[in-house]
């Protein structure tokens, strides 16, 4: 049980510190104009991280280690610290509290439908 948690806690340490890199590198390449305020960074954390939890739960299936330390690393580990649907609910929030209704909705579809496509992505190129 300890060597499962300290695999989760090396894959959730590496995770999170690419999510804050993907912050960096999305907020010095895509400057947001004044008045558009799309979360970006975090669209592109979620949907990314949907394609690898896909990728990497199809390579585990196919050579067998659905039950491995190397899920534990990779899925629970390093996905859960990169993707960020904690940020994505307080992101939605506050663009719904500040009447950025339509923002919003676009934001919560295209996490939602890309999501789903880049799962479905990454399982399919594993066969």
């Not at 799309?38 to 979620?46: D, H, K, Q, V």
């Not at 996905?79 to 509290?97: K, Y």
């Not at 009447?99 to 890309?114: D, H, K, R, T």
Request: charged fraction near 10%.
């Amino acid at each position: 049980m300890l060597k499962t948690i300290i695999y989760i806690a090396i894959g959730g340490a590496i995770g999170s510190v690419l999510r804050f890199l993907t912050t960096i590198l999305v907020s010095k390449f895509c400057r947001e104009n004044s008045g558009f305020h799309f979360p970006l960074a975090t669209c592109i954390a979620n949907i990314f991280g949907c394609f690898l939890i896909g990728l990497f739960i199809g390579i585990l299936a196919k050579n067998q280690l659905t039950d491995s330390n190397l899920k534990w690393f990779l899925v629970t580990g390093f996905c859960g610290g990169f993707t960020t649907f904690s940020a994505f609910g307080m992101e939605n929030f506050n663009l719904l509290q500040n009447n950025n209704i339509l923002l919003a909705f676009s934001y919560i579809a295209l996490s939602i439908i890309l999501g789903l496509f880049a799962v479905w992505f990454g399982l399919f190129i594993t066969k």
